[in-house]
T-cell receptor, first 114, second 118 residues
Framework: SAVISQKPSRDICQRGTSLTIQCQVD?????MFWYRQQPGQSLTLIAT?????????ESGFVIDKFPISRPNLTFSTLTVSNMSPEDSSIYLC???????????FGQGTRLTVV | DAKTTQPNSMESNEEEPVHLPCNHS???????IHWYRQLPSQGPEYVIH???SNVNNRMASLAIAEDRKSSTLILHRATLRDAAVYYC???????????????????FGQGTILTVHP
């Protein structure tokens, strides 16, 4: 199992600024995932972060807008850059231990851009 | 990833069983069927998963059709705490590899909003 802590839990930011979201896991994991959940919508995968390599982004998401760091096997950050009100969403990190296992999610970071 | 189709919403009464259907007619032989639920203001929570055979755990049962083109999540006795959005997801068994382990991305659909009445 895994317990995931995300920081901050929520924030209100000015447009044009950047916010870095931290994801800490209580065990070592190879693969971490970052999701976005826009208001009233389902979750959309932003990128996959494998420790020791560049993150892999899904269609519609780019590194300049959502840079990801993965410095070790228990930690990752997602930065939302040059924010606009359209970036107001919940951002969640997730980990798993293989295709035939369950995925664990953090509680999410609720971001409001004004 | 293959797509799933779920009803937008369902209702149940407390203490009654709930059957949440999911269609996945384009499922491939390597796709695992996963169910997650999301309670209000929380991250998704794993419920159950399976490949071909029916599965039971302390939370629910998963009934998989013989042709694997549909499945049903069964909550045996609904409680008010089961009110959530339930997502049926196919995880591609030919996905990401790292360190000799295969991983699978979760592609969330819109899910089924389950309302439980007291």
């Amino acid at each position: 199992s895994a317990v995931i802590s995300q920081k901050p839990s929520r924030d209100i930011c000015q447009r044009g600024t950047s916010l870095t979201i931290q994801c800490q896991v209580d065990s070592q994991v190879t693969m971490m995932f970052w999701y976005r959940q826009q208001p009233g919508q389902s979750l959309t995968l932003i990128a996959t972060a494998n420790q020791g390599s560049e993150a892999t982004y899904e269609s519609g998401f780019v590194i300049d807008k959502f840079p990801i760091s993965r410095p070790n096997l228990t930690f990752s950050t997602l930065t939302v850059s040059n924010m606009s009100p359209e970036d107001s969403s919940i951002y969640l990190c997730s980990v798993e231990f293989g295709i035939n296992t369950e995925a664990f999610f953090g509680q999410g970071t609720r971001l409001t851009v004004v | 990833d293959a797509k799933t189709t779920q009803p937008n919403s369902m209702e149940s009464n407390e203490e009654e069983p709930v059957h949440l259907p999911c269609n996945h007619s384009t499922i491939s032989g390597t796709d695992y069927i996963h169910w997650y639920r999301q309670l209000p203001s929380q991250g998704p929570e794993y419920v159950i998963h399976g490949l071909t055979s029916n599965v039971n755990n302390r939370m629910a049962s998963l009934a998989i059709a013989e042709d694997r083109k549909s499945s049903t999540l069964i909550l045996h006795r609904a409680t008010l705490r089961d009110a959530a959005v339930y997502y049926c997801i196919l995880r591609d068994g030919v996905g990401l590899w790292a360190g000799g382990t295969s991983y699978g991305k979760l592609t969330f659909g819109q899910g089924t909003i389950l309302t439980v009445h007291p």
